[in-house]
């Protein structure tokens, strides 16, 4: 094990990853969790409870019942945002979300419907701590999250307080840095920005977010294949911007018309997709499509 984020050690190796989702918060869940065949679990605080006490649970579960079978302390974890990326406004009057869920310990954080490159820099900003210079003033302005929370999220991390403060910045605009920042640029709004969001300094990685995206363009349901063209084309652009801004894309594919190991290839070879949506099958079938050599 070279870092405490497997994620960003998979990635760094040109390897996809792939994500589940969490179903319940609390220390047995996350104890059960901790062999997941997944390589991190996405929370979802977007639509449901913002529950930090669980979340602290699980994390202290996970942590409790590792490491994993590939030696790092815990899977990662990803959690989306309350918080949308509309305006800095939004972000500002709900810093507050971001830093009591970095210190549950969680390895990541995803904003959605990402539209405002500054309210991305905001963003960016309230996840660092003010002595991580790297950025400021090209593009970042002095981070915002302060002392008082680093014990409890460098225990969950398997490191000293010390070293937690070293490392909890965001990837890769730290090379060192074990945190994940996602942007979800999912609206036509949002769209028309890509370009500038993607490129803010301290983003790791983007999405789409096909349900909303179909919602903006006017359709109730269309989260899944085959797409009217403005969603296709909306895709295209987010996935052109992350090529730009050299972000991996994340991305799901449950095409009814494709097997799933077809539904894996298209996802790898023609989209170009770096983490990927979908369950056990799809991974393990990419996994080794991919000869990948880390243990689940």
């Known amino acids: 094990m070279s870092r405490v984020n497997r994620c960003i050690e998979l990635l760094e190796s040109g390897q996809p990853i792939y994500m589940d989702g969490v179903h319940e918060l609390s220390y047995d869940a996350g104890r059960e969790g901790a062999g997941t065949w997944a390589d991190y679990f996405t929370v979802e605080f977007e639509h449901f409870p913002l529950d930090v006490v669980g979340l602290t649970a699980f994390m202290r579960g996970l942590r409790d019942a590792g490491p994993t079978r590939s030696g790092h302390p815990t899977p990662t974890v990803i959690c989306t945002l309350p918080a949308h990326g509309v305006s800095p406004a939004e972000i500002l009057a709900n810093a507050w979300q971001i830093r009591h869920i970095l210190t549950a310990g969680v390895h990541g954080l995803l904003l959605c419907h990402a539209r405002d490159p500054a309210a991305v820099r905001a963003f960016v900003e309230a996840c660092r701590f ?19 929370g680093q014990a409890a ?52 990685f983007a999405e789409w977010g096909p349900g909303d995206m179909g919602m903006s363009f006017g359709h109730a349901s269309r989260h899944d294949p085959p797409y009217p063209p403005e ?32 539904q894996v290839r298209h996802l790898i070879d023609e989209i170009g997709a770096l983490i990927i949506g979908g369950g056990e099958a799809h991974a393990a079938f990419g996994r080794s499509y991919t000869r990948r050599d880390m243990p689940v």
């Open 130 to 148: 003010p002595f991580q210079t790297t950025g400021v003033g090209s593009g970042l302005g002095e981070g915002t999250r302060g002392a008082g």
């Open 153 to 204: 999220a460098a225990a969950i991390w398997g490191l000293d307080p010390e070293e937690y403060l070293r490392v909890a910045d965001p990837w890769p605009l730290n090379p060192h840095g074990e945190l994940m920042l996602g942007l979800k640029i999912e609206d036509r709004h949002a769209v028309q920005r890509a370009r500038e969001t993607t490129a803010v300094p301290g983003i790791g």
């Open 231 to 262: 969603m296709d084309a909306a895709r295209t652009a987010v996935r052109a911007a992350c090529a730009a801004a050299g972000l991996p894309f994340l991305c799901s594919w449950a095409d009814p018309s494709m097997t799933m190991e077809e």
